[in-house]
């Protein structure tokens, strides 16, 4: 059976797996069988405590919908491991799995290319390809784990793509991500970050996924946010941190606001001054807290790292934000999403 026709193990809670399961005429304690397979990222063969005529069967109408491992760095400095995984259709997205005090974290690819066009990002050259299934946002996580040989602690939605771009695979990700039956990783421990489609933030806040929201913002008005965020021409700051806002009295969840350092361009005295005073007019007392990031190097672009990280953090927390600059872990592998992709741009069909 062709690949493409075939059902992905993947794509099931435990539920679903069982009634399929059952539609191949076996028992349904059969499905948590796989099921404890599947998130160990083994493949139908490696299921040794089914019949083999179970996992002959299995084989002709399903596979696990795992990707493939085409590269892995792994950082001198730290430690962490990039991932460059192949799909079916060859087409290769990133993952960068990095280890923290609290455990390893993964930061994961919803997308395959990205369309949003933020000016700094490496991610968004050449445009949107596809959108990623359930499945494969899953298997990234999952073999991940398995090859580093360690349980993945949490997740964060932040590597190639815009995750509410992708909304009904991302939400459905979520779904099998939390599920019981599956990896079962609670949603206090996943984070999605979104340049900022106010409209699927708000639907975001009925979902029920208590997740952590990031926010890319990057600029105090409207006029530098156009400029870096072609997405602030369709939201602007008004109505996304409106939404921000009310995304915080719906889900009572702190969101966190993601800030790129752009030496010379956002990196300021004056640019803290006006951020500051932004986030607490629209936030209006609501917890929230400000992750600095210095602006990474991509070939064709003239931004370039600010030396004032620390100091801008400093002139923040003097106004009474919470604000902290993100470690740059990985730096020694280019570990920012997007990059080992465009290496391998003349191998990924389009």
Same mark, same amino acid.
């Given at each position: 059976?062709?690949?493409?026709?075939?059902?992905?193990?993947?794509?099931?809670?435990?539920?679903?797996?069982?009634?399929?399961?059952?539609?191949?005429?076996?028992?349904?304690?059969?499905?948590?069988?796989?099921?404890?397979?599947?998130?160990?990222?083994?493949?139908?063969?490696?299921?040794?405590?089914?019949?083999?005529?179970?996992?002959?069967?299995?084989?002709?109408?399903?596979?696990?919908?795992?990707?493939?491992?085409?590269?892995?760095?792994?950082?001198?400095?730290?430690?962490?491991?990039?991932?460059?995984?192949?799909?079916?259709?060859?087409?290769?997205?990133?993952?960068?799995?990095?280890?923290?005090?609290?455990?390893?974290?993964?930061?994961?690819?919803?997308?395959?290319?990205?369309?949003?066009?933020?000016?700094?990002?490496?991610?968004?050259?050449?445009?949107?390809?596809?959108?990623?299934?359930?499945?494969?946002?899953?298997?990234?996580?999952?073999?991940?784990?398995?090859?580093?040989?360690?349980?993945?602690?949490?997740?964060?939605?932040?590597?190639?793509?815009?995750?509410?771009?992708?909304?009904? %695979?991302?939400?459905?990700?979520?779904?099998?991500?939390? %599920?019981?039956?599956?990896? %079962?990783?609670?949603?206090?421990?996943?984070?999605?970050?979104?340049?900022?489609?106010?409209?699927?933030?708000?639907?975001?806040?009925?979902?029920?996924?208590?997740?952590?929201?990031?926010?890319?913002?990057?600029?105090?008005?409207?006029?530098?946010?156009?400029?870096?965020?072609?997405?602030?021409?369709?939201?602007?700051?008004?109505?996304?941190?409106?939404?921000?806002?009310?995304?915080?009295?719906?889900?009572?969840?702190?969101?966190?606001?993601?800030?790129?350092?752009?030496?010379?361009?956002?990196?300021?005295?004056?640019?803290?001054?006006?951020?500051?005073?932004?986030?607490?007019?629209?936030?209006?007392?609501?917890?929230?807290?400000?992750?600095?990031?210095?602006?990474?190097?991509?070939?064709?672009?003239?931004?370039?790292?600010?030396?004032?990280?620390?100091?801008?953090?400093?002139?923040? !927390?003097? !106004?009474?934000?919470?604000?902290?600059?993100?470690?740059?872990?990985?730096?020694?592998?280019?570990?920012?999403?997007?990059?080992?992709?465009?290496?391998?741009?003349?191998?990924?069909?389009?």
């Amino acid at each position: 059976m062709d690949s493409d026709l075939k059902t992905k193990l993947l794509d099931m809670d435990i539920d679903e797996l069982k009634r399929f399961i059952a539609e191949i005429g076996e028992p349904e304690y059969r499905a948590k069988q796989i099921m404890s397979w599947l998130i160990r990222g083994a493949d139908i063969s490696e299921m040794t405590n089914l019949p083999l005529r179970l996992r002959e069967r299995l084989s002709e109408v399903a596979e696990t919908g795992l990707p493939r491992i085409k590269r892995r760095l792994v950082s001198k400095l730290d430690g962490t491991v990039k991932y460059l995984f192949m799909l079916e259709d060859g087409q290769c997205v990133e993952s960068v799995v990095m280890q923290y005090e609290h455990g390893r974290s993964i930061c994961i690819s919803t997308q395959a290319g990205c369309r949003m066009g933020c000016r700094f990002c490496a991610s968004t050259l050449g445009g949107l390809v596809r959108n990623l299934r359930p499945y494969e946002i899953l298997g990234q996580v999952i073999a991940a784990q398995r090859d580093c040989s360690r349980r993945i602690d949490s997740i964060v939605l932040m590597g190639i793509g815009e995750p509410l771009d992708n909304y009904d %695979n991302v939400m459905r990700f979520l779904h099998l991500v939390g %599920n019981p039956g599956g990896l %079962n990783i609670g949603y206090r421990h996943i984070s999605l970050s979104t340049c900022g489609l106010a409209d699927k933030i708000e639907r975001l806040s009925h979902e029920g996924y208590p997740v952590t929201l990031s926010v890319s913002l990057h600029a105090v008005c409207d006029k530098e946010r156009d400029e870096l965020m072609p997405v602030n021409k369709s939201y602007n700051l008004d109505r996304l941190l409106g939404t921000c806002a009310n995304f915080f009295r719906t889900t009572g969840r702190r969101i966190s606001f993601e800030f790129t350092l752009i030496a010379g361009k956002n990196d300021d005295s004056l640019h803290a001054d006006r951020l500051a005073k932004l986030l607490k007019r629209y936030m209006r007392g609501a917890p929230f807290h400000v992750n600095l990031i210095p602006v990474n190097a991509v070939e064709g672009k003239a931004y370039k790292k600010s030396p004032r990280a620390s100091q801008f953090r400093d002139e923040l !927390l003097r !106004l009474g934000v919470n604000a902290t600059v993100r470690r740059r872990l990985g730096s020694d592998i280019n570990a920012s999403c997007g990059q080992l992709r465009r290496e391998y741009a003349g191998e990924i069909p389009t």
